[in-house]
T-cell receptor, first 112, second 112 residues
Framework: EDKVVQSPLSLVVHEGDTVTLNCSYE??????LLWYKQEKKAPTFLFML????IEKKSGRLSSILDKKELFSILNITATQTGDSAIYLC????????????FGQGTILTVHP | NAGVTQTPKFQVLKTGQSMTLQCAQD?????MYWYRQDPGMGLRLIYY???????DKGEVPNGYNVSRLNKREFSLRLESAAPSQTSVYFC???????????FGSGTQLSVL
């Protein structure tokens, strides 16, 4: 059974701090690893990673995948209160698009 | 362009009652999904429909049924609600080869 584990489960920081969120997986084969941000309602897409060692960036957020060590990290620099959310990691199987296996999520709280 | 629309947003049921959660997407996507989200467990796939006319079980299908009414609509039915089905339910859709899912805003269901 595919398994995705995120750590930490929750994190409290102050504005301006840098955070690193972790996602490890026990999946025999997958097409992609995805990161989502969930504020009050629906998860929204952040990144899709398919190749090991290639960093994806979007503003203050970046993510990288290590297929050898079976993990991914999501970095957020210069955090803002608007970054407060649940961050979800998920893996997508090679032949079933959208049938994601999610981790438990990391609850990030950014205080002013 | 509404994206993925779920109804209702909130629902309270008594044990044994039945109800149907409705989902419609206007993005002409082929694939649709129902996920549930429980605290500390991330999102788990209940059922999915890879294309109109097909449905298949996900990770936690027991106690649920689905209907892919047409390409736009995918409903989830609880025949006899149980307290263990108290959760937030998300519908999602994607193109067959999409990089990401589009989620609805969720239905918060409480079964007393």
């Amino acid at each position: 059974e595919d398994k995705v584990v995120q750590s930490p489960l929750s994190l409290v920081v102050h504005e301006g701090d840098t955070v690193t969120l972790n996602c490890s997986y026990e999946v025999t084969n997958f097409r992609s690893l995805l990161w989502y941000k969930q504020e009050k309602k629906a998860p929204t897409f952040l990144f899709m990673l398919t190749s090991s060692g290639i960093e994806k960036k979007s503003g203050r957020l970046s993510s990288i995948l290590d297929k050898k060590e079976l993990f991914s990290i999501l970095n957020i620099t210069a955090t803002q209160t608007g970054d407060s959310a649940i961050y979800l990691c998920a893996v997508e199987p090679p032949t079933s698009y959208g049938k994601l296996t999610f981790g438990q999520g990391t609850i990030l709280t950014v205080h002013p | 362009n509404a994206g993925v629309t779920q109804t209702p947003k909130f629902q309270v049921l008594k044990t044994g009652q039945s109800m149907t959660l409705q989902c419609a997407q206007d993005m002409n996507h082929n694939s649709m999904y129902w996920y549930r989200q429980d605290p500390g467990m991330g999102l788990r796939l209940i059922y999915y429909s890879a294309s109109e006319g097909t449905t298949d079980k996900g990770e936690v299908p027991n106690g649920y049924n689905v209907s892919r009414l047409n390409k736009r609509e995918f409903s989830l039915r609880l025949e006899s609600a149980a307290p263990s089905q108290t959760s937030v339910y998300f519908c999602a859709s994607s193109e067959i080869r999409a990089e990401k899912l589009f989620f609805g805003s969720g239905t918060q269901l409480s079964v007393l």
